[in-house]
């Protein structure tokens, strides 16, 4: 089976609102369920867990009813920190499914995730092991200075990649390297896959968009809010 993890228990401290922003509404519609209707109409997703927000819970539950996200099926809480968050979750799907099925992790604020983002994630962790979501780096890439006001230096931008979600990984590889993380004292990866780095793994690529957008700040809700209006005007049309 392929479960999909959406991590929805961040608070939104740069969005300066007091709705987490994942629970903002767009057009009459919160955020999250933007994110959870993508992996719903996926015919090759299973099952939902979210990783949600303390308080958030019931809520989150009422809107699945309401826009008929059938697949949810767990609704945990999150961390203190994003690794924590991740981890209970793997530990959570742990219980209740198989160790060789597939778990896609996706942030809850990247509600613009396409179809086929999602099917070429879950072909490339069938194919390889791992799929880190990526896009490449378009921009001149200049390392700061200790004080962060300046720089001496460029990085080849061929040589990074720039990640998102989802990210991929059959739940036997993800329940060992969170107790890897346990066992080295690893509490606090920015990303599942900077912590199989840090492990020592290798991850492999499949391909992303720049649509594929995190809405981190408000000028990202605008970003997204035109995304949309595009996508509309397109089935009108």
Known sequence: MIQAMILAGGKGVRMNQEIPKQFLNINDIPIII??????????????????CIEGWQEILWAYARQFGITKLKWVITGGETGHESIRNGVYELG????????VLIHDAIRPNVSQEIISGCIAQCRLMGSAITVIPCVEAMLLRREGGDSSGQMIDRDSLARTQTPQAFPLKKLLWAHEEARKKGITNATATCTLMIELGEEVYFTAGSEKNVKLTTVEDIEIFKALLYLQNRRLEG
């Open 34 to 51: 933007y994110t959870l209707k993508a992996f719903q109409q996926h015919p090759e997703i299973d099952q939902i867990l979210v990783v």
């Open 95 to 102: 219980k209740h499914c198989k160790e060789d099925d597939i």
